[in-house]
Structure formats: C-alpha cells, structure tokens
C-alpha cells in the first residue's frame, strides 16, 4: 500500500484556499471604484452667453 497522499487526494491546497480570498479583494476593489466614481463631479459645460462674454 502507498499511504502518501497525491496532488490530486488534496482537496485543500493552496489554490482552493486563496480562490475566495482573491475573489474578496476583487470584488473590494470593485466596490471602492464604484463609489468614488459616484463622488466624482464633473464641470457642466459653460452656457453659450458666458463664452461670448468670455472671448470679448
């Protein structure tokens, strides 16, 4: 009888361990960008009048 265990006998390896790690930092990140993108104001566009006025 063999009694080591093989790669595949190793349902936790490093990889299925980190997978939900990974997949929580992703999503972190995600959800970070997602609310300072709805911080972010942009500059409406200036009225026609005020550019005339501006170039005058």
Same mark, same amino acid.
């Given at each position: 009888?063999?009694?080591?265990?093989?790669?595949? !006998? $190793?349902?936790?390896?490093?990889?299925? $361990? #980190? *997978?939900?790690?990974?997949?929580?930092?992703?999503?972190?990140? @995600?959800?970070?960008?997602? @609310? @300072?993108?709805?911080?972010?104001?942009? $500059?409406?566009? #200036?009225? =026609?009048?005020? !550019? @005339? =006025?501006?170039? *005058?």
């Amino acid at each position: 009888m063999n009694m080591q265990p093989t790669i595949s !006998e $190793q349902p936790y390896s490093a990889a299925h $361990q #980190l *997978r939900p790690v990974v997949i929580t930092v992703i999503a972190a990140k @995600l959800a970070v960008f997602a @609310l @300072l993108m709805t911080t972010i104001n942009f $500059q409406a566009p #200036l009225p =026609a009048a005020v !550019e @005339l =006025a501006d170039m *005058r």
